[in-house]
């Protein structure tokens, strides 16, 4: 496509914004404008039949729109010396730890001064790759017995067995039992009345930590729950409301009034929750991106 070079007057798509590219799409039935991110680039697809100068004012009348989205490109958090990244809603500093050993070290620090930060001892400069790696085993060592204590309140308020073996972490990236109900908050006994009438789920649940593009978890009918690695970056109010949503979808396969009712009841923060998500979901993506 050569839509960049053919230029006419009144169709510089780039005066729109800078990161807007433009694709002609066969498959297309609509003009579309398409936010990705991971590339830093909003996508303006446009239909065979639709004439470049459409598309161009249909991109003008979203200039605001489109300037909203990408300002948030230009607060991208790369993973590199000194990025602060929120984990669980508390700051960490990515701190580069040289060191003459060809092993790379990550780990969160427990003591010393870097107390609470995540530490990459290694011999070259932080691989981004590494540290996403490293934060989605850590996503998965929380969310999941967090995801079991929610799936437990409704099977009975009996507890599935324990059968998955924790991994080899250092002290700081366990969770302990007291830290994982804190997180959670405390259940009214109005609920645990009520969640032995709640149907069983037919299964236990099993996490599985995905990069996803358009949502922050799914729930399968074989009882596969999928949360994404960048709940991570979320306040707990926030993450844990995504969790309840998932795991109450272990009941309700649907968003039926029923589904709200227990989401709301397995929720920490209902409201603070999903109004942190629609507000600030989108900025979780923004970890990780290379700066500008
Ligand atoms: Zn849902």
């Known amino acids: 496509m050569a839509l960049a070079t053919s230029v006419t007057p009144g169709s510089d798509f780039s005066a729109i914004s800078p990161y807007l590219q433009v694709r002609e799409s066969a498959r297309a039935k609509r003009l579309a404008l398409r936010v990705e991110p991971q590339s830093r680039c909003v996508y303006l697809v446009v239909p065979q039949r639709t004439s470049l100068a459409t598309a161009y004012q249909f991109a003008l009348s979203y200039k605001d729109w489109i300037a909203d989205k990408t300002g948030k490109f230009l607060h991208s958090k790369p993973f590199e010396d000194g990025t602060v990244l929120p984990i669980f809603g508390e700051d960490s500093t990515l701190r580069h730890i040289p060191t003459s050993s060809a092993r790379t070290k990550i780990y969160f620090a427990a003591e010393g001064p870097y107390k609470g ?35 437990a309140l409704i099977q009975n308020l009996r507890k599935p067995a324990p059968n998955h073996s924790p991994r080899k972490t250092t002290a700081a990236a366990t969770i302990s039992k007291a830290d994982l109900l804190r997180l959670m908050g405390i259940k009214s006994p109005a609920f645990k009345a009520r969640a032995t009438s709640i149907p069983k789920p037919t299964s236990t649940p099993i996490l599985k930590i995905k990069d996803m593009k358009s949502r922050w978890g799914s729930c399968a009918v074989s009882g596969e729950i999928s949360l994404s ?64």
């Open 117 to 151: 930060d995540l530490c990459v001892e290694s011999s070259e400069s932080i691989v981004p790759a590494r540290v996403e790696k490293f934060l989605k085993s850590h996503a998965h060592r929380i969310m999941e017995p967090w995801m079991r204590e929610k799936a």
């Open 229 to 292: 690695w960048r709940l991570i970056f979320a306040p707990i109010v926030a993450a844990d409301y995504v969790i309840a949503h998932e795991v109450a979808h272990l009941v309700h396969h649907n968003h039926s009034p029923s589904f709200w009712t227990l989401c709301r009841e397995l929720s920490r923060d209902f409201d603070e929750g999903t109004r942190w998500m629609k507000r600030h979901g989108s900025e979780l993506m923004v970890y990780g991106l290379e700066g500008s």
